[in-house]
């Protein structure tokens, strides 16, 4: 009998079409890790930006691989060396090849009361990079923050967050997001022609984030009048500028603690905008690399 699993995987970099869905075996829990039967995998950019080889000069992998880092589902196997957690317990977080059956996770918690594994699986790498981006650009309760492309996983994510912390937020998204962005919070404007002056309309800002990559970045360096208060998650010609790029990940069991936190308190949610069985990854991604979203993708083992 095949002991494996079905699991997404690419054998070339290049557009979606190279996703496939493949018979695997299973992977197992290494020394610090655990496996889950993954019910849900979140679907971020860097999946696809993998996907297309944009980080074999920085980070390389070999082919085939699997596809996905975020993922939520049930514990079935522990690694040498983890204690606090047992099989069956319902767990969010950060591992490899999660668009599949099962999945092995180096970070992980549990998923807090009330909240499914669909919505579960998009947390992880989202919130982890709201935490960091809010703690580098160092904007503090009392202040106003412009956030370029306020809609998406890490805009729904941060728009929260600050607002949770006393920090009055400005986003800017599509046409479509403007209610969005106000029910999280958010005094919402759209981007494209004039964006800055209208932002200029709403007062002074301290502090700016790009979340969008739309080389909106002399803009947002004169908004706040100081290139050290403006970071970028998404444009590599911020040194151009004099701005940072922020893309060293941070600590994601600090993260998740934190989101599990904050979303216990209410203080927290990211929607799931669509979901996609396994056999649709190429789908999601497609999705994705629209540019376009209110919240998380999620694809569904
Ligand atoms: N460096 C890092 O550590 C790191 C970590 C995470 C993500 N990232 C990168 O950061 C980016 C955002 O990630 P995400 O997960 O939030 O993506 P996402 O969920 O796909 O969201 C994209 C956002 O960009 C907005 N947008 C599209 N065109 C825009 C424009 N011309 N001006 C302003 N906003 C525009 C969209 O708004 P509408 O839908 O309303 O049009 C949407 O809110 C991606 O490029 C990702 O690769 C980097």
Redesign the pocket.
Known sequence: MFDGMKRVSFAEFGGPEVLRLEDAAEPHAGPGQIRISVRAAGV???DW?IREGQFQQTHPIELPAGVGLDAAGVVDEIGAGVTGIEPGARVFGEGSGTYAEFAVLSDWARIPEGLSFAEAAGYP??VE?ALRILGEVGVRPGQTLLV????????SAVLQIAGDRGITVIG???A??QEYLRELGAVATT?GAGWADRVREFGPVDAALD????G?LGELVALTGDPRKVIT??DLGAPEFGVRF??V?GSMPDALGEAATLIERGALRIPVERTYALAEAAAAHRD?QS????GRRVVLP
């Open positions: 971020n950019p860097v930006r790498s989202v990079t370029s492309g306020a809609s998406g996983g890490v805009g800017t998204a599509g479509a997001n981007y979340l969008a990559g739309s909106v998650i998404a922020s893309g990940a994705s540019g376009h979203s209110r």
